[in-house]
């Protein structure tokens, strides 16, 4: 038999929200998607994951409301909604903590707050203008030391440089040539 997914007998809202975003990989797809992934291919490619594994995972994201499914060009693009840039405080929380407790192969990712040039502490607030400032108003860059877990794909090659946080990949890639 199966292992379900829903948590009926658990009546609480951190049981709901695990409904939505408590499955392996949905995390990963939604950070992806705060540094401006939105074609299937990038996601599947990026994260190494299958196409039915995704294909639910967005599925799941699309119904909750935490992504819309729009078309670009012919190829459908999966975008954040206001429900789901709600997630980046539990994300970059959780990032933060994995830096903090547990052991990688990879620099941490730093991020700045675009408006001031400067780095966001551990709880997210710009110590320069006293801000705790939104995805949409943040650059990401890689930081310091050397990433062992060296990734070729297309994603990996543009987050190698800063990079607004939510500004397509598309976007990035069409500006560096890629």
Same mark, same amino acid.
Request: net charge negative; aromatic share 8%.
């Given at each position: 038999?199966?292992?379900?997914?829903?948590?009926?007998?658990?009546?609480?809202?951190?049981?709901?929200?695990? #409904?939505?975003?408590? #499955?392996?990989?949905?995390?990963?797809?939604?950070?992806?998607?705060?540094?401006?992934?939105?074609?299937?291919?990038?996601?599947?490619?990026?994260?190494?994951?299958?196409?039915?594994?995704?294909?639910?995972?967005?599925?799941?994201?699309?119904?909750?409301?935490?992504?819309?499914?729009?078309?670009?060009?012919?190829?459908?693009?999966?975008?954040?909604?206001?429900?789901?840039?709600?997630?980046?405080?539990?994300?970059?929380?959780?990032?933060?903590?994995? #830096?903090?407790?547990?052991?990688?192969?990879?620099?941490?990712?730093?991020?700045?707050?675009?408006?001031?040039?400067?780095?966001?502490?551990?709880?997210?607030?710009?110590?320069?203008?006293?801000?705790?400032?939104?995805?949409?108003?943040?650059?990401?860059?890689?930081?310091?030391?050397?990433?062992?877990?060296?990734?070729?794909?297309?994603?990996?090659?543009?987050?190698?440089?800063?990079?607004?946080?939510?500004?397509?990949?598309?976007?990035?890639?069409?500006?560096?040539?890629?």
């Amino acid at each position: 038999m199966a292992l379900g997914t829903g948590y009926d007998q658990q009546g609480c809202y951190l049981a709901r929200a695990l #409904e939505v975003v408590g #499955e392996r990989w949905t995390l990963l797809i939604l950070r992806d998607c705060f540094y401006g992934v939105r074609r299937f291919t990038d996601l599947r490619e990026h994260l190494d994951i299958s196409r039915a594994v995704l294909t639910d995972r967005l599925d799941t994201l699309v119904h909750a409301g935490v992504l819309t499914r729009e078309d670009s060009g012919g190829h459908p693009e999966y975008l954040l909604t206001e429900t789901g840039r709600a997630l980046w405080p539990t994300i970059f929380s959780l990032a933060k903590w994995g #830096e903090r407790h547990t052991r990688g192969a990879h620099p941490a990712r730093i991020f700045s707050h675009a408006a001031c040039d400067t780095d966001i502490d551990d709880f997210g607030r710009c110590h320069a203008c006293g801000q705790t400032p939104g995805p949409e108003d943040l650059v990401v860059r890689p930081g310091p030391g050397t990433n062992a877990m060296r990734r070729t794909d297309r994603v990996a090659r543009i987050l190698e440089e800063p990079h607004r946080m939510l500004t397509p990949i598309g976007a990035a890639a069409d500006s560096t040539g890629w």
